[in-house]
Nanobody, 126 residues
Framework: VQLVESGGGSVQAGDSLRLSCAYS????????FSWFRQAPGKEREFVAG????????DYSDSVKGRFTTSRDSAGHTVSLQMNNLKPEDTARYYC????????????????????WGQGTQVTVSS
């Protein structure tokens, strides 16, 4: 499994960005996908996730109502639409894949994810 994130950049507060995660490997439909972020000096934290078949999503309280994640089974991609960005959203964003959660449950703990991308930087200035 290989995950490659793209779409990061430097924006102003209130702007939008769309991150993409390209998946390479077998059995895309067997994985749940989540986005995590890590700011300098802070732990990596869960941001948003989608379950194995796209019927269920989960979000951290800090991004709920502003961020939306989805998956495209045809293109083997996962997206994170980020609206109304705030300076506190500044971080490196990572895509992660978790195998074997065949339900509406969306994993949020780092230990559930066996595959990670290299991340993409998002910087939001005020």
């Amino acid at each position: 499994v290989q995950l490659v994130e793209s779409g990061g950049g430097s924006v102003q507060a209130g702007d939008s960005l769309r991150l993409s995660c390209a998946y390479s490997g077998r059995a895309f439909g067997s994985y749940s996908f989540s986005w995590f972020r890590q700011a300098p000096g802070k732990e990596r934290e869960f941001v948003a996730g989608v379950n194995y078949d796209g019927t269920s999503t989960d979000y951290s309280d800090s991004v709920k109502g502003r961020f939306t994640t989805s998956r495209d089974s045809a293109g083997h991609t996962v997206s994170l639409q980020m609206n109304n960005l705030k300076p506190e959203d500044t971080a490196r964003y990572y895509c992660a894949a978790a195998l074997g959660y065949f339900s509406d449950y969306v994993p949020t703990e780092r230990g559930a994810f066996g595959s990670w991308g290299q991340g993409t930087q998002v910087t939001v200035s005020s």
